[in-house]
């Protein structure tokens, strides 16, 4: 428990992914060369680079392009390790980094909003309500000086 409880950055680093430099996702592992990646890192790369392991270019076999073999060991040493966010320096599970990411506020700052939630924002409905919103402010704002005599009637209207 305590040495799960220890700070190690080294850790952390060991279970990097050399495509998005960010903790293994699903790890995955080359039967030739045993480099490890995400397994949607690994797919990606397959698709626009070809039949070699991203890291090193040693060859990949045809079945590995489609349905790479899980390095299970590294998944569950990332499910036993703790590390701390590269982000707020919170300690928490390798397996569950990525996880910690969508609500890591350090990770937000540094990379925004995920689109997906922008996209909930602009929804048609929420425009709308913002462009009646927008013209009774402007409205009351050139109002204000003229009926400061008779504020009832300002009320009134409102
Ligand atoms: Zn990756
Ligand atoms: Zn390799
Ligand atoms: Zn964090």
Do not use: W
Request: proline share 7%; net charge positive.
């Amino acid at each position: 428990m305590a040495e799960a409880a220890t700070s190690s950055p080294d850790q952390t680093e060991n279970y990097l992914c050399p495509v998005c430099q960010e903790i293994l996702q699903t790890p995955v592992r080359t039967q030739y060369c045993q480099h490890v990646f995400c397994r949607k890192c690994f797919l990606m790369a397959m698709k626009s680079g070809g039949a070699y392991c991203p890291l090193c270019r040693g060859p990949v076999c045809k079945r590995e392009r489609s349905t790479p073999d899980r390095a299970s060991d590294i998944d569950f040493e990332m499910r036993r390790l703790s590390g701390g966010c590269m982000y707020c320096r919170k300690q928490v599970k390798l397996y569950y980094m990525k996880l910690h990411y969508k609500s890591c506020r350090k990770y937000q700052e540094e990379y925004g909003i995920s689109p997906k939630n922008q996209t909930i924002q602009i929804s048609p409905a929420n425009r709308t309500d913002r462009c009646n919103l927008q013209v009774p402010t402007v409205l009351r704002r050139e109002l204000e000086p003229t009926e400061l005599a008779g504020p009832l009637q300002q009320n009134a209207l409102l």
